[in-house]
């Protein structure tokens, strides 16, 4: 099973500015990333897929990016509506689909 | 809109069953792979299971392998995931999503709850 390591577990960012999250899976899972967001009391929303390809509706400023190990999502110019917990997800080796443990995006 | 509604949650003692419900609307469900998907309080998401289109192409979690089974209705626009001997591990809001690799919708949740 490959397992998906996102950090840092939480991060403080003020509102203007720029989050640089990260995922690491165990072993190579190509480009097979999905990144989701979820805020409280709320189901996940679809953020990204293939690692970089934005979903229906996801603004230009929330990129998505990496291959192999190492991926990341950048959230530039942070609205308030950004603030939520985001997981990276591989389905390059299934099943099991497997989440990372989430990062947790709080205003500073 | 694309929408989907589970249903059946609830309060269940150790051993028991539960049968949840996703009814779609707002797209041809006989055209998507369907996935069930939960996460326990305070916690992060776990895969579950999925469908193919027609029913015939399921997979399982090794977690709730031989304890759920996923089903779903075309005819109803309807999925199902029926659990059996639900341990207290089991407690948790459970997703339904469409698709089967990235999920691109999903349900507002049920909340199950394992408890004596």
């Known amino acids: 099973e490959i397992v998906m390591t996102q950090s840092p577990a939480t991060l403080s960012v003020s509102p203007g500015e720029t989050a640089t999250l990260s995922c690491r899976a165990s072993q190579s899972v190509s480009s097979n990333v999905a990144w989701y967001q979820q805020k409280p009391g709320q189901a996940p929303r679809l953020l990204f897929y293939g690692a970089s390809t934005r979903a229906t509706g996801i603004p230009a400023r929330i990129s998505g990016s990496g291959s192999g190990t190492e991926f990341t999502l950048t959230i530039s110019s942070l609205q308030s509506e950004d603030f939520a917990v985001y997981y990276c997800q591989q389905y390059n080796n299934w099943p099991p689909y497997t989440f990372g443990q989430g990062t947790k995006l709080e205003i500073k | 809109q694309v929408q989907l509604v589970e249903s059946g949650g609830g309060l269940v003692k150790p051993g028991g069953s539960l049968r949840l419900s996703c009814a779609a609307s707002?797209?041809?469900?006989?055209?998507?792979?369907m996935s069930w998907v939960r996460q326990a309080p305070g916690k992060g998401l776990e895969w579950l299971s999925y469908?193919?289109?027609?029913?015939?192409?399921?997979y399982y979690a090794d977690s709730v392998t031989g304890r759920f089974t996923i089903s779903r209705d075309n005819a109803r626009n309807s999925l199902y995931l029926q659990m059996n001997s639900l341990r207290a591990e089991d407690t948790a809001v459970y997703y339904c999503a469409r698709g089967l690799h990235d999920l691109d919708c999903w349900g507002q949740g049920t909340l199950v709850t394992v408890s004596s």
């Open positions: 469908i193919g289109t027609s029913g015939s192409t399921i």
């Open positions: 707002g797209f041809t469900f006989s055209d998507y792979y």
